[in-house]
């Protein structure tokens, strides 16, 4: 079996009940240019309910910004998307610009690593927002400014009334992260996707800024997707995880059983690179040797096999299935790891 076939045994299909927020279901996404092909997703397949945070964790390169921009239709014309997004039920995937422009933001919002590219640096923070709520709203320009101002209040912007007039370039870069998130929220989603949205951060204004996503889920319910490469990250604030690898889910599980049972060599090796308290500073993280694969080549057998510790040739050959081994614990491999056993 191809990594392909592998990863049509899917989890969607099991995990039936009540509709969720948004479900993926074998979502591949490949670029063709100049004769290449870069197979960046896979088949891949998750579900979120409402209200809940899901982190998707993987190394760069493996397909998280790819994933979820292939949601909200803002991949260049080089992309081939297949699969299936649902939100509430409504598939999301082959829509047109003029409909997905009335979802995003307005149902579904996006927050970048990069603040100072996604903010225009000749206008300034106000109007940017007070913008924002004008795209989503048929409200008069003063209702517009009032909400602009509720929404810094909101992200918890220091002085908001004088921050309103000034430029991006005035603001830290917390400051401006927060100006994002208050954009993102202007058109009041159901679901915030944050693609390594504290990655530029450092890590007291990381934490402030998880913080604060954390307690906008909860007064807001809004649901989050956390992409990042950070599994520390996703321990502390996500309720579910799923570990990306080459483009596919390789474990998938509520956060609490993920940690406590990781099974996929390649979560372990990703916990194993989580610094520990115990060990002195700067001391040299255990990585995991070699590099992903190439995505315009996939090997036929399992992706991680020429980096994994406990490869076969089974491995080699044959690529394992995203299955349900455990209730709600999804893994793709076929030598997992024993639980509780050395990290
Ligand atoms: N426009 C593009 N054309 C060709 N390949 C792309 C394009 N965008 C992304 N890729 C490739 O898709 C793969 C997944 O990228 P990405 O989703 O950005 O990874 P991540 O966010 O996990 O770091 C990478 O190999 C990347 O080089
Ligand atoms: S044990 Fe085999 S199937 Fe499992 S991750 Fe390693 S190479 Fe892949
Ligand atoms: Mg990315």
Redesign the pocket.
Known sequence: MSVEEAAQTLPVSVLSGHQPLLEVEDLRVR?V?RGRR?H?VNGLSYRLEAGRTLAVI?E????????SRALMGLL?P?ARVTGSARFEGRELLGRSEKQMRRIRGAEIAMVFQDPARSLNPTMRIGTQITEAVRAHAKVSRQAAHDRAVELLQLVRLPAPERRFHEYPHQLSGGMRQRVMIAIALAGEPKLLIADEATTALDVTTQAQIMRLLAELRQRLGTAIVLISHDLGLAASYADDVVVMYAGRAVEYAPASTLFARVRMPYTQALLGAIPRLERPPHAELPVTPGQPPD?TALPAGCPFAPRCPRATDECRTTAPPFTEHEPGHWWACWHPCEVGGDR
């Open positions: 670029f240019t870069v960046a993987g760069s390169g493996s397909g998280k910004s790819v994933s260049p080089a995505l």
